[in-house]
């Protein structure tokens, strides 16, 4: 069982930043793919970015040049910082990490872009 506790959500103009924070209770060199997905008001969740255990990176494309996600095994947390945010990115923000072939989903971060 791993739990993940995501921080960093909040209201945000157009054009701001945030950062997402999402801590595992597990050793991160034990943790296989750590990602972010999200879901919109009446939409389905959906990938947003995934970092594999050495590094490897795949972004959504609607997300690619403002979205960067990176990951601290020392510290089991996976980050994804978001810049120049956009009203169509707001959703509730899910850190999803796989340990030992197992998925397993944090509770959930709220981001709203909004003027």
């Known amino acids: 069982q791993v739990r993940l506790v995501e921080s960093g959500g909040g209201l945000v103009q157009p054009g701001g930043s945030l950062r997402l924070s999402c801590a595992a209770s597990?050793?991160?060199?034990?943790?296989?793919?750590m990602g972010w997905y999200r879901q919109g008001p009446g939409k389905q969740r959906e990938l947003v970015a995934e970092i594999t255990s050495d590094g490897r990176i795949n972004y959504a494309d609607s997300v690619k040049g403002r979205f960067t996600i990176s990951r601290d095994n020392a510290k089991n947390t996976v980050y994804l910082q978001m810049n120049s945010l956009k009203p169509e990115d707001t959703a509730v923000y899910y850190c999803?990490?796989?340990?030992?072939?197992?998925?397993?989903w944090g509770q959930g971060t709220q981001v709203t872009v909004s003027s």
């Open positions: 597990e050793n991160a060199f034990s943790i296989g793919v």
């Open positions: 999803l990490a796989y340990f030992r072939g197992v998925g397993f």
